[in-house]
């Protein structure tokens, strides 16, 4: 089968959202079938400017075309007519008109899809309320997937989006709280549907022998006065996630964050709830692993361990003791599944709805919706061996019943074949 994923953005630096599972499922999807990727030539969904030059190319097996944004964004009068229709009555074309100045406005993408939209089997759109979707599932509704990416925002209360799911042939969701959310309070009744989410690969099990050399024991420390000298304990050696606790000259129990460390994803209030529990658990450290996108306290607790590659991230999960998801809104929730993937349990935000569906289902962690409760949920795992263990089993069992990629891509396909059977 030929598909066409139509996304607002694509490319490795959009780690999150709709566009990063559209990168995801794309790269998966072409391993079986032929993909192409329509998108734009933007990088900033702040700006929408041209970044990347237009044209095709081949990205880790997917075709990517990419066309030119064509319509300037003005943020500063988007956020004023937003405003306005947010906070009186409004009509349908002033919704219309929100998704045009929303963008990202590409001529090019949807003329190309007009002129070829024969040539594809399927056309399947990622996010439900920006330009490219809501002009583009027009063009062939009846061979056409939306994957909505519903999230709780002012502009979820358009009734422009009950339209737009009831017009497409099939909806893909990425977590079963997107899915209610459609049906309760979107009144949405799509033709065909289905909770697809997207998929984890386990890293194969390994053992650690006694005394495995790690490559990176051997670069020289620029101070050798301050190289860490604390002997080893025979536990130690045997423990889970070694070459990573041996990299990274972590010794004792921590937490680990896998993510963007920014202000406006959960980790400014982490940072304060964890300095809380800090207080009385001197031993402790919280280890961040990601982009750094603010200005970090220095706390003898906090550890750095910055970008890492796959393989190294899995291993990260693996070593730490639990793995906390300050994010409120991330359906794809992505670093809690990872963590689970491996048997290392999560404290995750009470509010996002995905992570506290998944911590319950699995019944593989904990969640939190304030400091105290933070501290508390914290410690209990912090300080029970057993409990770590029978939820870090639990959540194993959950994504390789759930979440691998061939039980997503199954999902998928099963889609799929509902709406070319219709």
Same mark, same amino acid.
């Given at each position: ?402 979440? &691998? ?16 059977? &219709?």
């Amino acid at each position: 089968m030929r598909f066409a994923f139509i996304t607002p953005r694509y490319g490795a630096d959009i780690s999150t959202g709709a566009e990063h599972a559209c990168r995801l499922l794309a790269q998966q999807v072409s391993e079986r079938h032929d993909v192409e990727v329509l998108t734009t030539c933007a990088a900033s969904e702040e700006t929408w400017k041209n970044e990347y030059s237009e044209g095709a190319d081949r990205i880790r097996g997917v075709l990517v075309r990419r066309f030119a944004v064509t319509q300037p964004h003005d943020a500063a009068a988007f956020a004023q007519f937003s405003a306005r229709l947010f906070n009186s009555a409004h009509t349908r074309a002033d919704e219309l008109e929100w998704t045009r100045r929303l963008g990202p406005g590409a001529s090019g993408l949807l003329e190309h899809l007009s002129r070829q939209q024969r040539a594809y089997d399927v056309l399947v759109f990622f996010s439900l309320w920006h330009a490219t979707t809501v002009q583009g599932v027009q063009i062939a509704p009846d061979r056409t997937v939306l994957f909505p990416y519903l999230q709780v925002r002012p502009a979820l209360r358009f009734s422009l989006w009950n339209e737009v799911l009831n017009s497409v042939r099939g909806v893909g969701y990425v977590s079963g709280a997107e899915r209610l959310l459609a049906h309760e309070y979107l009144r949405a009744t799509p033709q065909a549907e289905e909770t697809v989410g997207i998929g984890i690969d386990p890293p194969h099990q390994q053992t650690y022998p006694r005394h495995q050399q790690d490559p990176n024991d051997d670069v020289v420390v620029e101070d050798e006065v301050h190289a860490d000298t604390t002997p080893v304990s025979e536990s130690y050696l045997h423990a889970r996630g070694v070459p990573f606790r041996r990299r990274h000259r972590l010794y004792g129990s921590f937490a680990l964050y896998g993510g963007r460390i920014g202000a406006d994803n959960g980790c400014e209030e982490m940072l304060e709830y964890f300095d809380s529990y800090a207080q009385t658990d001197l031993d402790s450290s919280l280890v961040l692993m990601g982009v750094k996108m603010m200005k970090l306290s220095e706390e003898p607790y906090l550890r750095l361990a910055g970008v890492l590659p796959d393989r190294e991230r899995m291993a990260a999960y693996e070593a730490a003791d639990v793995t906390i998801a300050p994010a409120s809104d991330d359906l794809l929730a992505q670093p809690l599944l990872e963590s689970m993937a491996v048997g290392t349990p999560v404290l995750a935000n009470a509010a996002n709805v995905a992570a506290v569906e998944h911590c319950r289902r699995a019944n593989g962690g904990l969640y939190y919706a304030n400091r105290e409760e933070f501290s508390d949920a914290l410690r209990l795992m912090m300080s029970n061996d057993r409990l770590r263990e029978s939820l870090g089993d639990n959540g194993r069992r959950y994504v390789q019943q759930q979440y &691998r990629w061939d039980s997503v891509l199954g999902r998928f396909d099963r889609l799929v074949a509902r709406i070319k059977a &219709r």
